[in-house]
């Protein structure tokens, strides 16, 4: 298994254009979620879905758009790149999102390093 | 999920035993302790959970009060390798959210 991938591994924006982070997992997980992590920081956590269509806001929504047409991809879309926006973005998975099994243990991706000019 | 409190960091020398305390005073019956650890810019990693019980695995042990208010994650022969940031983390079993705080940055010296 490859684990959870995310593309690309950097990336540098100028305000106001619009990207695409891809993150995909090949372990079947129903549950995948997206956090940012500014520098010195705790991770923030941006959208999550609990399966294919479905999607739900997190601590942190704004200036992002996220779908679940497969099980393995969950894209982050930024719709209009902001300095605010500069950070360490990381893709996660879990076979259930109900605390308690193991099957809760989230899977982290490598991070996309991104700076918004 | 109930609010953890961690301090911002540690210090601790290799070879001999890490604890890090978390504080979840206002944690609920149906809401498990879990660890993660972020080491250098990596994406975190599990380490273990529980809810009422002490836990152990190959990583850690997990110690949580009888009251549950608080927690201890125990490293017991710290290398320089598990330098890192420690996360500790309320999930009930019903929320599909979970909420990072700052952790602790526990630093391992030789």
């Known amino acids: 298994n490859a684990g959870v991938t995310q593309t690309p591994k950097f990336q540098v924006l100028k305000t106001g254009q619009s990207m695409t982070l891809q993150c995909a997992q090949d372990m079947n997980h129903e549950y995948m979620s997206w956090y940012r992590q500014d520098p010195g920081m705790g991770l923030r956590l941006i959208h999550y879905?609990?399966?294919?269509?479905?999607?739900d806001q997190g601590e942190v929504p704004n200036g992002y758009n996220v779908s679940r047409s497969t099980t393995e991809d969950f894209p982050l879309r930024l719709l209009s790149a902001a300095p605010s926006q500069t950070s360490v973005y990381f893709c996660?998975?879990?076979?259930?999102?109900?605390?308690?099994?193991?099957?809760?243990?989230?899977?982290f991706g490598p991070g996309t390093r991104l700076t918004v000019l | 999920d109930a609010k953890t409190t961690q301090p911002p960091s540690m210090d601790c020398a290799e070879g001999r035993a890490a604890n890090l305390p978390c504080n979840h005073s206002?944690?609920?019956?149906?809401?498990?302790v879990y660890w993660y650890r972020q080491i250098h810019s990596q994406g975190p990693q599990y380490i273990i959970h529980?809810?009422?019980n002490n836990e152990t695995n190959e990583m850690a042990s997990l110690i949580i009060t009888e009251d549950r208010k608080s927690s201890t994650l125990i490293l017991p022969h710290a290398t320089l390798r598990d330098t890192a940031v420690y996360y500790c983390i309320a999930r009930n079993t019903g929320g599909f959210k979970t909420i990072f705080g700052a952790g602790t940055r526990l630093f391992v010296k030789a």
């Open positions: 996660a998975s879990s076979y259930s999102s109900l605390a308690g099994g193991q099957g809760d243990t989230q899977y």
């Open positions: 206002t944690i609920s019956g149906n809401e498990y």
């Open positions: 529980g809810l009422k």
């Open positions: 879905s609990v399966g294919a269509g479905i999607t």
